[in-house]
């Protein structure tokens, strides 16, 4: 009956204050003030809501959700902004591990009603944006990479990383997670219109999409001629151990046994090189490579794999 009472048409507050005299200790202390922050927020004087708001905040002085109430009434008050500005600055700092986004726009708010465009745009501008969509859009990956991890709702899993890339069609991660999907639904082709040729064209200049992109298809065993050009565009500009080591691997996988034998020698001194600064380094892997694909040449020649 108070809650009804403190808001809608003809709303106000004495019910609610009975209530909380009558009941000091209830556990419904904190929600009938909650329902009073509505009425005070809307419907009271500017002057009776202001010394509501102070008593409130005094009570809950590290609740982010009651400070904002008291921030939502000042802006709507226009006044005082000062001390709207000075709530809004601790919410920050409260022992919180989520910042709810409409603090960040209660506070943007205010410094508008300022009028420091600067910012307001510091706040709620671009950099805002850009968070909120990596923020959506991981969640979205989490949630699909949740149901392909388990092989059921895969056409929900879809739908999440199909999003997910149109908020940030950039991000290599999204791409491959969506390619996984695509292939474990028999949609091959699908797979390679999200991360195939088309995409790593338009990223060749890119050091992070071309390793990514590369070792994703390696370990597919698929796309691998699209997946050796990435590769060796990276060694262009970087020709590390790493990236020789996937070289080979996608050209033993094609069946280029003498590119795949040079590759894997590259990787190799690469590999002895690092020994002498980290004498710890594994350099086993490099030489059971160099090894696999000799052993392989000579079955294809019908040779001694012990040469």
């Given at each position: 009956?108070?809650?009804?009472?403190?808001?809608?048409?003809?709303?106000?507050?004495?019910?609610?204050w009975?209530?909380?005299r009558?009941?000091?200790?209830?556990?419904?202390?904190?929600?009938?003030?909650?329902?009073?922050?509505?009425?005070?927020?809307?419907?009271?004087?500017?002057?009776?809501?202001?010394?509501?708001?102070?008593?409130?905040?005094?009570?809950?002085?590290?609740?982010?959700?009651?400070?904002?109430?008291?921030?939502?009434?000042?802006?709507?008050?226009?006044?005082?902004?000062?001390?709207?500005?000075?709530?809004?600055?601790?919410?920050?700092?409260?022992?919180?591990?989520?910042?709810?986004?409409?603090?960040?726009?209660?506070?943007?708010?205010?410094?508008?009603?300022?009028?420091?465009?600067?910012?307001?745009e510091?706040?709620?501008?671009?950099?805002?944006?850009?968070n909120?969509?990596?923020?959506?859009?991981?969640?979205?990956?989490?949630?699909?990479?949740?149901?392909?991890?388990?092989?059921?709702?895969?056409?929900?899993?879809?739908?999440?990383?199909?999003?997910?890339?149109?908020?940030?069609?950039?991000?290599?991660y999204?791409?491959?997670?969506?390619?996984?999907?695509?292939?474990?639904?028999?949609?091959?082709?699908?797979?390679?219109?999200v991360?195939?040729?088309?995409?790593?064209?338009?990223?060749?200049d890119?050091?992070?999409?071309?390793?990514?992109?590369?070792?994703?298809?390696?370990?597919?065993?698929?796309?691998?001629?699209?997946?050796?050009?990435?590769?060796?565009?990276?060694?262009?500009?970087?020709?590390?151990?790493?990236?020789?080591?996937?070289?080979?691997?996608?050209?033993?996988?094609?069946?280029?046994?003498?590119?795949?034998?040079?590759?894997?020698?590259?990787?190799?001194?690469?590999?002895?090189?690092?020994?002498?600064?980290?004498?710890?380094?594994?350099?086993?892997?490099?030489?059971?490579?160099?090894?696999?694909?000799?052993?392989?040449?000579?079955?294809?020649?019908?040779?001694?794999?012990?040469?």
């Amino acid at each position: 009956m108070a809650r009804k009472a403190a808001v809608g048409s003809g709303s106000a507050p004495d019910l609610m204050w009975a209530f909380l005299r009558k009941y000091p200790q209830s556990q419904l202390v904190k929600t009938g003030y909650s329902w009073l922050s509505t009425y005070y927020g809307f419907y009271a004087p500017k002057d009776e809501a202001r010394k509501f708001f102070e008593e409130y905040i005094v009570k809950y002085p590290n609740d982010p959700w009651v400070l904002d109430s008291y921030i939502r009434r000042i802006i709507k008050d226009k006044e005082p902004l000062d001390r709207g500005l000075e709530l809004a600055e601790k919410i920050p700092s409260l022992p919180s591990e989520y910042v709810d986004p409409y603090f960040l726009q209660s506070h943007a708010e205010l410094y508008w009603l300022k009028d420091d465009k600067a910012k307001t745009e510091d706040i709620f501008g671009k950099e805002f944006l850009k968070n909120q969509k990596s923020e959506i859009a991981y969640l979205l990956s989490s949630y699909a990479g949740f149901w392909n991890d388990r092989d059921a709702n895969l056409d929900q899993a879809m739908e999440a990383i199909e999003l997910a890339v149109k908020i940030q069609p950039d991000t290599s991660y999204l791409r491959q997670t969506a390619a996984t999907i695509y292939a474990k639904m028999n949609k091959p082709e699908k797979a390679l219109e999200v991360f195939g040729r088309d995409y790593i064209q338009k990223n060749l200049d890119k050091s992070d999409t071309l390793y990514s992109y590369a070792w994703y298809w390696n370990q597919q065993g698929k796309n691998l001629d699209s997946a050796l050009e990435a590769v060796r565009k990276l060694i262009e500009y970087q020709p590390g151990l790493t990236y020789f080591d996937i070289q080979t691997q996608i050209l033993l996988k094609l069946k280029n046994y003498d590119e795949a034998l040079k590759s894997a020698e590259q990787a190799l001194a690469l590999a002895r090189e690092s020994v002498k600064r980290r004498p710890g380094f594994a350099i086993k892997p490099y030489e059971a490579r160099v090894q696999e694909i000799k052993t392989a040449m000579a079955k294809e020649k019908g040779g001694d794999i012990r040469k």
